[in-house]
């Protein structure tokens, strides 16, 4: 009985379509002579399957942010030294999901921004809360 491996990203592959731009055009004579300057490659997206990757990436970050905010906390990060803790979390979890997606960013992504910097501040907002109530529970309380 084999079980089917759950895929992390869904590959929205862009499907490259010859387009004709001058569909519009009425001449028959024109239409014969076409020739293939006037196709190009269009790339069509998956959305549902972008929109799975990025709700992949947005609940990756929120949970690195979380867990990287109680590191931080417990270890007893004030001030600055938080915030370049932060930084670095956010890094590692940047290059861990290229690492995922197996160094081909746009057979899942339409740009790199969308790995490196998507839920990078809603992250941060996360961190800080989890940072502070572990630093108060473990050095405080």
Do not use: C
């Not at 592959?13 to 002579?33: F, T």
């Not at 910097?117 to 473990?138: E, K, N, Q, R």
């Amino acid at each position: 009985m084999q079980v089917e491996e759950q895929r992390l990203f869904t590959s929205y592959s862009p499907i490259l379509w010859k387009v004709d731009i001058m569909a519009g055009h009425s001449d028959s004579s024109s239409s014969e002579k076409k020739s293939s300057e006037a196709m190009t490659d269009v790339p069509i997206f998956s959305a549902e399957n972008m929109q799975n990757n990025m709700k992949v990436i947005y609940y990756s970050r929120t949970f690195m942010s979380i867990i990287g905010g109680v590191i931080a906390g417990i270890l007893g990060f004030t001030g600055f030294m938080g915030f370049v803790f932060y930084f670095l979390v956010m890094a590692i979890t940047s290059i861990g999901l290229i690492a995922k997606a197996k160094f081909t960013v746009h057979s899942y992504f339409d740009s790199w921004n969308r790995i490196i910097l998507d839920g990078f501040m809603s992250g941060l907002m996360s961190f800080v809360l989890f940072w502070t109530f572990a630093y108060d529970i473990v050095h405080i309380f």
